[in-house]
């Protein structure tokens, strides 16, 4: 069973920083890709950055070059740092693994709060 486990949400100022850790039980090269999605009340899950096996990143237009995704193939860890944070921000993050076949899998979600 492919865990991914999130770390880093919380509660950010306007205009700060956070980043967010994605750590799976699986080698990073069993995926095809791994990557950030975001959800809103109420909304689908939205696109905020993947990163396939072989260094392709693909970022929402909305956070393209404000976050920046990047791996530790060491650990099995990917991350989402998150720059120049705006309430508009504000979400459940999920981290998903894109396997080489049809699967895919999720995290249990991580709150970020971007308010003053």
């Known amino acids: 069973q492919v865990q991914l486990v999130e770390s880093g949400g919380g509660l950010v100022q306007p205009g700060g920083s956070l980043r967010l850790s994605c750590a799976t039980s699986?080698?990073?090269?069993?995926?095809?890709?791994m990557g950030w999605y975001r959800q809103f009340p109420g909304s689908q899950r939205d696109l905020v950055a993947t990163?396939?096996?072989?260094?392709?990143?693909n970022y929402g237009d909305s956070v393209r070059g404000r976050f920046t995704i990047w791996r530790n193939n060491a650990k099995n860890t990917i991350y989402l740092q998150m720059n120049r944070v705006q309430p508009e921000d504000t979400a459940v993050y999920y981290c998903?693994?894109?396997?080489?076949?049809?699967?895919?899998?999720w995290g249990q979600g991580t709150q970020v709060t971007v308010s003053a």
């Open positions: 990163l396939t096996a072989d260094d392709q990143s």
């Open positions: 699986e080698n990073y090269y069993s995926f095809a890709s």
């Open positions: 998903n693994a894109q396997s080489r076949g049809t699967d895919q899998y």
